[in-house]
């Protein structure tokens, strides 16, 4: 786990302005994308959806 965080002279201060500024940022950008992940998905599976009821519709009973 430490191989992954930043070291000290990379980071900054941990309780400087700019290292906070920095974490709210990552937080608005996760809240704006993740929103619209799920928004694009939700749309993905009404197609899915609609698209297997329309191929029902048109397949010939048996």
Not at 7 to 12: A, D
Not at 32 to 50: G, Q, T
Request: glycine share 4%; hydrophobic share 60%.
């Amino acid at each position: 786990m430490s191989l992954l965080l930043a070291c000290p002279i990379c980071f900054g201060a941990a309780d400087s302005d700019q290292v906070r500024a920095a974490k709210v940022g990552v937080l608005v950008l996760l809240g704006c994308i993740v929103p619209l992940l799920v928004a694009i998905a939700f749309i993905a599976r009404s197609w899915a959806k609609r698209a297997r009821a329309l191929a029902s519709r048109q397949s010939p009973a048996s």
